[in-house]
């Protein structure tokens, strides 16, 4: 079992603490935040509590860190957990700056811990079989993918809630949701080399945006074309199209709370097949992946060359919404 401190104890991360409340891998045992409710709201969950960052480094239990703050703290906290010898599990997304990942990416080598990213749709069983088949070849040349992942969710949220700032959260429906379907694109499409992106403000009286349009493009040649909305009511679809075939994969619900997938797949020649996937506990799929990696067994399935691919993205689309132009990854 590894022992772990949830650093963050807000929404999410008294999410992964509930999920992780029925693990046989992975085990919170301290929840650190500065807030006085966050702390009480953990201890209902069984954590001891503290309101110190430096409280997680020195606990001799703990052996992991999972990070849930906000995104500029990521690479200083990273690199001051690896310094201390703990393994690291960070929200999405890892950093917004390239080289801040750069030096949090040298400091988890030095210290040879684990890091483990926030990316639990990987771990979606229709994802996991799309990744399959396309790596098999059975849709061919992979062409193009159009993904969407919209809530409306932040619209509970303060206006002074840091998920809303251009500061903390610079492009909001990037660094809320379609960070995620990014990320599925670089585990299919390779490498991305430039994007070009379209921010706006519709609905809502969000800093940072309510509205975003990304086209990435891949060195293979093949596009992203990715949706992200946070004042919608909530869609998710993610799907691939190869010279084939394609899938796609439907979200029924949110996957904080997933009721499941419609899956539909298209092959050249033959009838569509169409079926459902009952939930599946991916967030907690994604923790015990870094857990065993952490405890020497098989390795963490999102690679540093795909994070590192990932915050070239982001930080591409982020100049990317703010010059109007397209911008090389």
């Not at 001891?48 to 480094?57: V, Y």
């Not at 193009?144 to 492009?171: T, Y």
Request: hydrophobic share 45%.
């Amino acid at each position: 079992m590894l022992k772990a401190a949830i650093v963050g104890l807000g929404w999410w991360g008294q999410t992964l603490a509930r999920v992780m409340q029925d693990s046989s891998v992975i085990s919170p045992v301290l929840g650190i935040d500065p807030d006085d409710k966050a702390r009480a709201a953990a201890e209902t969950l069984g954590l001891r509590t503290g309101a110190r960052f430096e409280d997680a480094l020195e606990a001799a239990d703990v052996q992991a860190i999972i990070l849930c703050t906000p995104h500029k703290q990521h690479a200083a906290q990273i690199i001051a957990a690896a310094a201390a010898g703990k393994h690291v599990f960070c929200e999405k997304p890892l950093c917004t700056d390239p080289d801040e990942a750069e030096t949090a990416f040298a400091a988890i080598a030095k210290a040879g811990v684990t890091l483990g990213i926030g990316h639990e749709r990987r771990f979606e069983p229709a994802i996991v079989e799309m990744r399959e088949r396309a790596q098999r070849g059975e849709f061919g040349t992979l062409l193009a993918i159009e993904g969407n992942f919209s809530q409306n969710k932040f619209l509970k949220l303060p206006a002074d809630n840091w998920r809303l700032s251009p500061v903390h959260a610079p492009v909001g429906p990037l660094s809320a949701t379609g960070i995620h379907l990014v990320d599925l694109s670089i585990s299919l499409l390779g490498k991305p080399i430039e994007t070009w992106a379209r921010l706006a403000t519709r609905a809502t009286h969000f800093g940072n945006g309510d509205t975003l349009s990304v086209t990435l493009g891949f060195e293979s040649g093949a596009t992203a074309s990715i949706t992200a909305i946070l004042t919608t009511p909530f869609a998710g679809r993610f799907a691939v199209f190869g010279s084939q075939g394609w899938m796609e994969v439907r979200d029924r619900t949110h996957p904080e709370n997933s009721t499941g997938w419609d899956v539909t797949r298209v092959m050249r020649d033959s009838e569509p097949q169409t079926r459902f996937d009952a939930p599946h506990m991916a967030v907690r799929d994604n923790l015990e992946a870094f857990a065993r990696a952490a405890q020497g067994g098989a390795a963490y399935p999102v690679t540093i060359e795909e994070m590192r691919a990932n915050v070239r993205a982001f930080a591409a689309i982020s100049r990317s919404a703010l010059s109007g132009r397209i911008e090389k990854v």
